[in-house]
């Protein structure tokens, strides 16, 4: 099956710090979303976004297809950032969604 | 709020026995999907309803099964509770069936003594 591989597995950020999360898989995918795990368990749906560049406030997140990757831009990091991010891939006509393993992301005051 | 429900928060039982965990989808949503969240596999897919059909089957062991019904809620059934399968199950929902962002509700943690 797809193989969804997340870097880095673990990232701590002082406020106000920007990073870059990234998600690559191992074939050609439907579509692709992100997805915000906070401490309280909750997923999130961040972005649908199986091609292109969208924005939603200091989040930000580019799918090459054809280069088999997204990334995931958080600006500006703030400590509700905190908690693992999930990519997610929809690899057939089913719907399922394969998740990666998340990154784990810290943000301290 | 993800406007998708999901009952009970917390399942506390023992090896065993048998549990029903239930989903409403947001209103409008047609296709439901349950997945396992567990600390050793990761979040898995298990199993897909539309539209009061099933559509698509992962890694669902022979002891769980579930349905969705004309309501358009759905059910999952887990018999025979082993400690292994101790998670955080979780419901989402869609408007069709396949490519269209799916919305998460806020999990049924079930723990096995």
């Known amino acids: 099956g797809i193989q969804v591989e997340q870097s880095p597995p673990d990232l701590i950020l002082q406020e106000g710090a920007n990073s870059t999360l990234r998600c690559n898989f191992s074939?050609?995918?439907?579509?692709l979303q992100w997805f915000h795990q906070n401490p309280w368990g909750q997923l999130i749906n961040l972005f649908y976004?199986?091609?292109g560049t969208k924005q939603n406030g200091r989040l930000s997140a580019t799918t090459v297809a054809t280069e088999r990757y997204s990334l995931l831009y958080i600006s500006s990091s703030q400590t509700t950032d905190s908690g693992v991010y999930f990519c997610?891939?929809?690899?057939?006509?089913?719907?399922?969604?394969?998740f990666g393993a998340g990154t784990q992301v810290v943000v301290t005051p | 709020d993800s406007g998708v429900t999901q009952t009970p928060k917390h399942l506390i039982t023992a090896t065993g026995q048998r549990v029903t965990l239930r989903c409403s989808p947001r209103?409008?949503?047609?296709?439901v999907y349950w997945y396992q969240q567990s600390l050793d596999q990761g979040l898995q897919f298990l199993i897909q309803y539309y539209n009061g059909e099933e559509r698509a089957k992962g890694n669902i062991l022979e002891r769980f099964s579930a349905q969705q019904f004309p309501d358009l809620h759905s059910e999952l059934n887990l018999s025979s509770l082993e400690l292994g399968d101790s998670a955080l199950y979780f419901c989402?929902?869609?408007?069709?069936?396949?490519?269209?962002?799916?919305?998460f509700g806020d999990g049924t943690r079930l723990s096995i003594l």
């Open positions: 209103s409008g949503d047609l296709s």
């Open positions: 997610a891939v929809e690899a057939d006509s089913w719907g399922k969604l394969q």
């Open positions: 989402a929902s869609s408007v069709s069936a396949s490519n269209q962002p799916q919305h």
């Open positions: 074939d050609s995918v439907n579509n």
């Open positions: 976004i199986p091609s």
